[in-house]
């Protein structure tokens, strides 16, 4: 097994560089990566650092190393790029099609994205974060007009990471609320969401799945008993079909993958980027 | 002002494409950006879909649109490349440099990233999900050998958010402590904090963005009172001094900057990709 040392180089946070060269990463498997993030690399003496950092892995390992690097402005990139490493320009490589293309001069301005200067886009997004807080698990009733979307499943189906996630990625405020066995004796859906009917959205999951998940956190319980999950996610899905409610199997996907199904289902606009 | 219409189109997601995107179009000031997401193109049929779409788009409007791609498959690559727009290639642009510096093939597979796949990764997401929200606000004190960062500060200094961010993209076990009071009279750390000091980080903010937050929430309080954040916000800050506990000022921080800030401080490694 090969194995490469990769550094993910910003003038921020370097969380866009991880996410696109992780994602390449992926698609060699015979390699193992060691990999290495160097954030807020905003001066001279930080990029001369980053650099020393690069070169000293280019002298000790057998390989060489891999930059991702996201630096904006070019006189860092520029001290940088002397390491001996396979540099890979996330920034540098669009820039200039994208002013000829559109016809504008780039401001080569560092720390633009994810920096709070935003007030709008900020305040939206700890708007939702606590609206996801104090409507995680049906704890409140209240405002959930306000709510975006309110997700609906059983008890460990993944409402709560998909309603954080929603709020912390996308500013989109999500309730959620479990679905209980008292709920499928009554044969309807609960009173405080039948007035919400267009905002539901249902996750479900494979029966096995969820007894893993149960089992533990509760061994040996008649709730993480295969045939209590059995019923119960039958039991769900009867229901959000007759009620005809938009959802989606979450046992094999990410949050991502069901957060972003959710919101096209339910055509809901993102709040921030 | 110009207008242009900017997609997204993925096999996944999209959210890697919308991250590099949209940090590319910060940088271009006199420009306004509709943005549209075409996540889930994974066959044929969806990028004929996705190209209809664009063309519609470029027929109707007086500029290029603008198209980033992290399509893996070529051949569906093939099919949105031919729309009137300028197409910005996240994937292929580096995949061939990629293969040449590492000596391998790359397996041209789609959906490996954000899938939920690694099952190990995908379960240190959801235990440090859980474990934020179990720990929020001081919530419990069970278990607080397990955090890995144990952040403290006044309320509505950004402790939730952050917290949340830290399990959501990098599988980190935060738990979150708020500073009250009780805790600057007795002029020493609670007792619980105290065992682990090393994990502990503390977020504060200028007594003036404190206010404001705090006036929103609960309008004419004593606790919103400016007099009353520059009194918490300076003992929590002497405190901190004393204790010698790393902090971060998260006034004009995002909870990006504020979350990649403490794992370098404190040696954290995150847990998930």
Redesign the interface.
């Known amino acids: 097994m090969?194995r490469?040392t990769v550094f993910f180089v910003s003038d921020?946070?370097?969380?866009?560089a991880?996410?696109?060269g992780?994602?390449?990463l992926?698609?060699?498997?015979?390699?193992e990566f060691d990999?290495v993030?160097l954030?807020?690399v905003d001066s001279p003496e930080k990029a001369e650092e980053c650099l020393a950092r690069i070169e000293a892995e280019a002298a000790g390992a057998h390989t060489?190393p891999?930059v991702f690097s996201?630096l904006?402005n070019q006189d860092l990139r520029a001290i940088v790029r002397k390491a001996r490493a396979?540099f890979?320009d996330?920034?540098e490589?669009?820039?200039d099609?994208?002013e000829a293309?559109?016809g504008?001069k780039?401001?080569?301005?560092i720390g633009?994205?994810?920096?709070?200067?935003d007030k709008k886009e900020?305040h939206q997004?700890?708007e939702a974060?606590n609206f996801a807080?104090a409507h995680?698990d049906g704890a409140s009733h209240r405002e959930l007009a306000q709510a975006d979307v309110i997700l609906i499943g059983v008890s460990r189906s993944g409402k709560?990471?998909t309603s954080?996630?929603l709020a912390?990625?996308f500013g989109v405020k999500a309730a959620n609320y479990p679905l209980i066995p008292e709920d499928f004796q009554r044969e309807k859906l609960p009173e405080a969401l039948r007035l919400h009917k267009p905002k539901l959205f249902g996750l479900t999951i494979a029966p096995e799945r969820l007894h893993e998940i149960r089992k533990e956190r509760r061994p040996d319980s008649r709730y993480a008993a295969l045939d209590n999950c059995r019923y119960e996610v039958e039991e769900a899905e009867t229901l959000m079909r007759r009620e005809g409610i938009h959802s989606i199997n979450s046992t094999?996907?990410?949050?991502?993958?069901i957060?972003?199904?959710i919101l096209?289902a339910l055509r809901i606009h993102r709040q921030i980027?």
């Open positions: 090969q490469r921020g946070t370097g969380i866009t991880q996410m696109l992780h994602s390449l992926t698609q060699f498997e015979g390699v990999q993030t954030p807020f060489q891999v996201t904006v396979l890979l996330f920034f490589t669009f820039i099609p994208l293309g559109l504008v780039s401001s080569h301005t633009r994205s994810h920096s709070a200067m900020y997004r700890i974060i807080m995680d709560t990471p954080l996630y912390l990625q094999t996907k990410s949050i991502e993958e957060a972003t199904t096209r980027y």
